[in-house]
């Protein structure tokens, strides 16, 4: 249950007269999502989530904010945030830095088919293409650096088997470089909890508290490696090839990204693997979340090293 | 049938590469609307209404295109428009200025009920407190000084009955001087057509191309003139009074206000009642669109100069 902060419907009312929504229905707390509290808010005039942030401070909202106004604005599918009477998108509420956002319909899918894989890699590439004309950044807080100090971290809990392959992984990560290759706005968490579906139409992408600049094929690679993963780590080949497929028509691959693909894929592996190693290993105290577990990305990776055909 | 320009795939397609919206997936008229000529577009990203503006100039869009998106940032369920890679919302398209908003669900309801009728005056609320922050300003090209313009011009057409009440009307109109009523955006032409519902569900306002600075008063006369008007012209006692009660309780009207509102409702009327005598007796060489009957706000004006109870 991720309500962390508690809103009641007399603390909501004030806050929300603030926004030009209309007045409040109904208020409900949200089970999914494991890092905000989030509630469904219904006013006269619409449905809307509630975001309250446990971590993000008021003043590192914007970036997130203004991006996904920023892509709604250029048709792409998000949950576009809704301003206050003062122009600002979020504000204070409950002691949280507190935001609404439009709400989307449909529900995540947990068995995607190659179709909707289809629409989730074009809706992508639109993205990426989108970003570019949105004029602020965030470096990447989870990226090579994050991974090693984070790897040295969990090694020690680990099996010295496992930690030997992610070892010589990271190794074999840090000694590329990947300057040369498209960088831009990417959502880098694009997994099928974050993408809803009204029926077989894709409806919006979810969460963007993880956006940040990186690079377009690693962004390509943690989405696939997550929508075509099959219950035992391995590949769907089908699906794979439907999303990358999609996203090429929109968004073509340069010779030097379809060179990286295969290493690709193993780096965005490795940021989960390691990031769910450390939730297992050391949570935060207190923490309510449950762990993901990281061997389903560990099997990603032993896969992708055995694997020949990349699906380009 | 509202589409004077034909636009095909073939020559939409290059058009749409503008945009980050995906591929072309097919492409309908739309037989509704009665001035500009518009077509669904579905691409594989989602749904769209394509506008092609038969009078409005390429210079005179940025106005209402930026007022419905500033009204759907602010929450208020409006068509808002889709920005292209350079950040632009209109450009030319088969030698017209042409834009592409989202499209909302739902149809438009000929026979409202007073529940929805409450949902249609409550949102109305909302966009005017909404429009206060748009920083942009439109004079309305169909005020009184036009009225009295274009009655002058219908006159000779008219019986000599009507043409007497209309002028008594127009000099009782222009003896009242509202400047101290509030101002700002309004609608103009939130009638039956222009809002639509999905199901039970406000879906959203369009066609907000008459939007300009007004009294608010004035757009809420409109609304109810034409939301709560039965067949006969009279109106539906009900449907007003939820209409009208919804309005206040997001916007509480002003004491001067609830003193406006009876000549208000008769200033409403007018203006369409002008504007339909124009397009019936004097159509634009080669028009194609069919001339609303006049009539119908005669019967409501001459129905209000008669009212004692104005559902305040």
Redesign the interface.
């Known amino acids: 249950m991720s309500v962390y902060t508690t809103v009641t419907p007399e603390a909501l009312e004030p806050w929300l007269a603030r926004?030009?929504?209309?007045?409040l229905v109904a208020l409900k707390g949200i089970a999914a999502g494991v890092t905000n509290t989030n509630y469904f808010v219904t006013t006269?005039?619409?449905r809307?989530v509630l975001t309250l942030f446990e971590a993000l401070q008021l003043d590192e909202l914007p970036f997130y904010l203004n991006l996904t106004?920023h892509l709604s604005?250029?048709?792409?599918?998000v949950a576009?945030p809704?301003?206050?009477?003062?122009?600002q998108f979020a504000s204070m509420l409950a002691g949280k830095p507190a935001c609404?956002v439009?709400c989307l319909p449909g529900t995540d899918v947990s068995a995607p088919t190659p179709a909707q894989c289809a629409?989730v890699g074009?809706?992508l590439a639109?993205?990426h293409?989108?970003g570019?004309?949105f004029p602020m950044s965030m470096p990447n807080p989870r990226g090579p650096h994050w991974w090693s100090v984070t790897a040295a971290a969990v090694y020690p809990f680990m099996a010295p088997a496992d930690a030997a392959l992610l070892r010589d992984e990271l190794h074999l990560q840090n000694s590329h470089r990947y300057a040369y290759l498209p960088r831009g706005i990417i959502h880098a968490d694009l997994f099928r909890d974050n993408v809803l579906f009204d029926g077989e139409?894709?409806s919006g992408f979810i969460d963007f508290y993880y956006a940040c600049n990186d690079l377009l094929l690693y962004d390509l690679a943690i989405a696939v490696n997550d929508w075509a993963m099959l219950a035992d780590g391995d590949i769907d080949n089908e699906r794979a090839r439907a999303f990358i497929d999609?996203y090429r028509?929109?968004r073509p691959l340069q010779q030097a990204e379809i060179e990286a693909w295969p290493l690709m894929l193993r780096a965005a592996a490795i940021r989960f693997w390691v990031s769910r190693l450390y939730d297992l290993h050391l949570p935060a105290a207190g923490e309510l979340t449950y762990a993901k577990d990281p061997a389903a990305f560990q099997h990603v990776l032993e896969r992708h090293r055995q694997r020949t055909d990349f699906w380009l």
């Open positions: 926004y030009d929504i209309g007045r006269t005039q619409g809307y106004h604005r250029h048709g792409v599918a576009g809704v301003a206050d009477r003062t122009d609404l439009h629409q074009a809706m639109s993205m293409i989108a570019d004309t139409q894709i999609a028509a929109v």
